[in-house]
């Protein structure tokens, strides 16, 4: 009873549903390998694309779960992400309007809420620690809108790594059936107690063809954590490229073994600079986690809180060293403009769907801009943003007549806009200057 059946409607649009390829192109979308049959399909289930205003409504079809008696639910990102309203469907046949309270695309996560006149029943949360590959698991969800729906298998795999555009976290791998509707469903442990959520599948055709990847349940929790206490997620940010250490390298440094993540590069003033780590350090440790294959690191480094100091352990010249280096954060992280006026800058903007950070000396010098002019596009999420045709990269230079030369500043002039109004930005894009106008929806917010 504490599954949930998630409907996202786009007023005005009909989105397309990404099928794991685009026109015109014919190898893997996010493959993980080099065969164009083998594809990796990450909005397997309904993935809103970018419409044309002339497209009529649609509505994508989810799953989510109930996290706590009051109303909380959990669900992936991609089922709600650009909806206009948000409806979740109860075992009793209730459906209740949806307030999304804020989401992660990186995790690909979105937590929900809505107001119900009698408690909930909430799932268990189990330990996504604790999976072992072999133990059985069940999803209940929705596919193909056949609502609870329930399938098994077991688990393959724990801490597998889809590669760089799912970094920030790792994945349990089952071969439970999972289908079209599934995205968002709970994937439970034979003791009753969710382990994770369904997210993405491996397959040639787009159907379930044998390996399904979960979100991990500890990861979900902590990202819950963050956007109620503060509307968004921050990723930390150590401040190195690693690459895996293979037999190659291991012969040429007399290790013993192939493992640990060698340091390609350190990033200048970052945490890793200031601890002490160098280009060529083998990072085998990080507070106190083993790392044996590189792709482990950048998940320990994202769930680590900004600010933490923690210990790294490292390869150097064969001898092993401890270092303590203070976490920072990824860019973006603390301006992400939240959807639905949730984020922490609540104004008519916030629809844009778009996070921004300071600008840069390497490229205020590569633009002929100056140190304080301007904020550059870091991530767009908005439709509204993607159809005006702005770019990542691009620096907004005012708002509404508004110079803007910092974070603080593009907050300030943000704030003076609201639904309704018409946005005029300022934006430098390589050596063009032009104005791009947008008008603001007027958003009526759920209960």
């Known amino acids: 009873t504490a599954v949930v059946h998630v409907e996202a409607r786009y007023n005005g649009h009909r989105l397309g549903v990404l099928q794991g390829y685009r026109s015109g192109r014919s190898g893997p979308e996010d493959g993980l390998g080099d065969e164009d049959s083998q594809w990796l399909f990450r909005h397997f289930f309904g993935m809103p694309v970018i419409p044309s205003p002339q497209e009529r409504a649609h509505i994508s079809l989810g799953s989510g779960f109930i996290i706590s008696s009051d109303g909380y639910i ?35 996560i979105a937590l929900l809420k809505v107001k ?10 189990g330990d996504s620690r604790m999976l072992k590959p072999g133990q059985w698991v069940l999803a209940i969800g929705s596919p193909f809108g056949f609502d609870y729906t329930v399938t098994q298998g077991i688990v393959s795999a724990v801490g597998r790594s889809l590669g760089e555009k799912s970094q920030d976290t790792t994945f349990i791998q089952t071969d439970v059936p999972i289908n079209r509707g599934n995205s968002g469903g709970p994937l439970f442990n034979l003791s009753g107690q969710v382990v994770g959520i369904n997210s993405q599948i491996y397959s040639n055709t787009g159907g379930y063809m044998g390996v399904s990847f979960s979100i991990p349940i500890d990861v979900a929790m902590n ?41 390609v590069k350190v990033t200048p003033g970052s945490g890793a600079d200031r601890a002490g780590i160098q280009t060529g350090d083998i990072i085998i440790a990080y507070h106190g986690h083993p790392v044996d294959q590189s792709a482990a690191l950048p998940p320990l480094v994202a769930m680590t809180s900004p600010g933490k100091k923690v210990a790294v352990t490292v390869l150097r010249n064969g001898k092993k060293l401890t270092l303590m280096a203070t976490v920072g954060s990824m860019p973006g992280d603390h301006h992400a403009l939240a959807r639905h006026g949730l984020g922490p800058v609540s104004s008519g ?68 806009v609201k639904p309704g109004d018409m946005l005029l930005l300022l934006v430098r894009r390589g050596n063009e200057t032009n104005f791009i106008s947008l008008s603001i929806p007027l958003h009526k917010s759920t209960p």
């Open 116 to 125: 119900a006149d009698k408690p909930l029943h909430a799932v268990h949360i």
């Open 349 to 416: 903007i916030d629809t844009l769907g778009i996070a921004v950070k300071n600008l840069d000396h390497a490229l205020g010098q590569k633009l002929g801009l100056k140190t304080g002019q301007g904020v550059v596009i870091s991530r767009i999420t908005g439709t509204i943003a993607m159809q005006a045709g702005l770019q990542v990269g691009d620096v907004i230079l005012m708002v509404n007549q508004h110079k803007v030369s910092s974070l603080k500043s593009f907050r300030k002039a943000a704030r003076l």
């Open 223 to 263: 990202v819950v954590r963050q956007l109620k206490a503060r509307g968004y997620v921050t990723h930390g940010m150590l401040g190195v490229m690693v690459r895996q250490v293979d037999s190659g390298i291991a012969k040429a440094l007399h290790l013993a073994r192939a493992s640990g993540a060698i340091v």
């Open 74 to 108: 959990l669900t992936n990102n991609h089922v709600v992400a650009h909806a206009s309203s948000v409806k979740v469907r109860l075992k009793d046949r209730r459906v209740l309007p949806a307030k999304v309270v804020g989401t992660d695309a990186n995790y690909d």
